[in-house]
C-alpha cells in the first residue's frame, strides 16, 4: 500500500514529486542535481520495511529515505515526522558518520499495562499464551508489543548481552496471516543472542528463533536462523561448555552437521537433536526435555553417516 502522508513529507522536503508506477514517484536527484526528476522512490514498503530508491543518472541508490533526508540536511522536524510514518528502531543522528544506536522501537507496550480497552494488545498477550509463552516467560525475557509504527501488530522479543544491554531484538507478527511475519532491525546478528541468560558451564541448546528457546527454557540460544555467527561460535569454542546440543529444522541438517563437526573438533561433546517435524516451540517445555534426554552423543562415524546420507 502507498503511504499518502509519506509522499506528501517528502514532497515538502525534496519538492513535488512525479507520480511513476508500482507505487513509484520521481523526484529530482539531490545528489547530482540532474535537471529531470529521474531519482525514483518506492513508497511501498518492500517485505523488510524499507523504502528503496534509485538514480538512473547517478546510479547513487539506498534502502532507507532518511538517506535522502541527510543529504539534503533536513530540519529535525521533518526527521521526526518521517520516523513517526515509518518507525524508528534505532537513533539516527543528521551526521552519517555518527554511531547507530540500537533502542527497541519507540512504539513498544508492555504487558503489564494492557487495559480492558487494548484490543490489539489482548490479541497479542492471546497469541503468546497460545504458543505456550507464561506470564513469567514475559517478565523474564521483557517482551512487549506494537500496535503502530514499523512493528505494527508484532510482538518484539529482546536480546540482551551479558551486561545487560540490548544487543538485538525481533518483531514477530500476531496476525493469523500476516504479510511479513517477521521483522527486524537494520543491524549486525554477529552477536550471541539471550546471552544474559547463558551459564556456559552447563549444557548449551542451540536453536533457530526466540520463541524456541524460550520454550526451551534452559540455557538456549537461538540462532537468529539457521547460520552460526563469528562472535557466538569463537564464544563457544573458548567456554568450558563441555555438551551442545544442536535442535534445528531438518531442512538446516546440512548446517547441523557442519556445526556438530566444528565442535566435535573442539572436543565438544555434541547431540543432533531430531525435532520429528516441530519446532521446540511448538512442542513445549516437557516434550522437548524428554527429546534430548533420550538423545544420544555423536560420533565420528554417526557423523559420517549422516553427512553420507545428503549425497
Request: proline share 5%; net charge positive; glycine share 6%.
Amino acid at each position: 500500500m502507498v503511504n499518502e502522508l509519506l509522499i506528501n513529507l517528502v514532497n515538502s522536503v525534496l519538492g513535488s514529486g512525479k507520480r511513476t508506477a508500482r507505487g513509484n514517484q520521481a523526484h529530482s536527484c539531490p545528489y547530482c542535481n540532474h535537471h529531470k526528476p529521474k531519482l525514483e522512490i518506492n513508497f511501498s514498503q518492500n517485505k523488510k520495511g524499507y523504502n528503496p530508491w534509485h538514480c538512473w543518472v547517478c546510479d547513487k541508490k539506498g534502502t532507507r529515505i532518511s538517506t535522502l533526508f541527510k543529504k539534503v540536511k533536513a530540519s529535525t522536524e521533518k526527521f521526526d515526522e518521517l520516523y513517526k510514518l515509518i518507525g524508528n528502531e534505532q537513533e539516527y543522528t543528521q551526521n552519517p558518520t555518527d554511531k547507530k544506536i540500537l533502542r527497541l522501537p519507540k512504539e513498544i507496550k508492555y504487558f503489564s499495562d494492557i487495559t480492558m480497552s487494548d484490543i490489539e494488545g489482548r490479541r497479542a498477550l492471546s497469541y503468546l499464551k497460545n504458543r505456550g509463552i507464561t506470564k513469567e516467560d514475559i517478565i523474564k525475557y521483557n517482551l512487549g508489543y506494537c500496535t503502530s509504527g514499523r512493528y505494527q501488530n508484532m510482538i518484539i522479543i529482546p536480546s540482551y548481552d551479558e551486561k545487560g544491554h540490548l544487543n538485538y531484538f525481533t518483531g514477530r507478527s500476531f496476525e493469523d496471516k500476516p504479510y511479513i511475519k517477521y521483522r527486524n532491525p537494520e543491524t549486525s546478528r554477529n552477536i550471541i543472542p539471550f546471552e544474559l541468560f547463558i551459564n556456559w558451564n552447563l549444557p548449551l541448546v542451540l536453536c533457530e528463533g526466540p520463541f524456541d528457546a524460550i520454550a526451551i527454557k534452559r540455557n538456549a540460544i537461538p540462532l537468529l536462523g539457521k547460520n552460526l555467527q563469528q562472535n557466538l561460535l569463537m564464544k563457544i569454542v573458548k567456554s568450558t561448555v563441555e555438551k551442545i546440543y544442536i535442535a534445528l529444522d531438518s531442512d538446516a541438517r546440512k548446517q547441523a552437521l557442519k556445526f556438530a563437526e566444528k565442535f566435535m573438533d573442539e572436543g565438544k561433546e555434541v547431540y543432533l537433536v531430531e525435532l520429528e517435524g516441530k519446532d521446540p516451540s511448538e512442542m513445549g517445555f516437557n516434550y522437548f526435555t524428554n527429546l534430548i534426554q533420550k538423545t544420544l552423543p555423536l560420533s565420528q562415524y554417526d557423523l559420517m553417516e549422516k553427512k553420507l546420507q545428503l549425497i
